[in-house]
């Protein structure tokens, strides 16, 4: 079975820290693009951050304040947040992406993000 699974969210306040983890069982996660992708009450769902071949990228309302990495030995990526501000507060997605001749893509359950006083 393939399975991504998002952890680690949670309530913090404004300027605090918090790291997501997403593992994946059921396929090697090294050989996938990740991301993280987040999505607020009445907002559409938005990318954050996604690793590809050691290249990462951010979304501009989060450079420099977020880190997205993997540990390949643990099949896990994660998210480091920095900073966190109120407008942070959203669930949290992890996906996995591949295009071979087909395209493979998998989303986790979600997790939830607070940020405030």
């Known amino acids: 079975q393939v399975q991504l699974v998002e952890s680690g969210g949670g309530l913090v306040q404004p300027g605090g820290s918090l790291r997501l983890s997403c593992a994946a069982s059921?396929?090697?996660?090294?050989?996938?693009?990740m991301s993280w992708y987040r999505q607020a009450p009445g907002k559409e769902r938005e990318l954050v951050a996604r690793i590809a071949r050691g290249t990462t990228t951010y979304a501009d309302s989060v450079k420099g304040r977020f880190t997205i990495s993997r540990d390949n030995a643990k099949n896990t990526a994660y998210l480091q947040m920095n900073s966190l501000k109120p407008e942070d507060t959203a669930v949290y997605y992890c996906?996995?992406?591949?295009?071979?001749?087909?395209?493979?893509?998998?989303w986790g359950q979600g997790t939830q993000v607070t940020v405030s006083s």
């Open positions: 059921g396929f090697t996660l090294s050989i996938y693009a």
């Open positions: 996906n996995a992406n591949r295009r071979l001749l087909t395209e493979l893509n998998y």
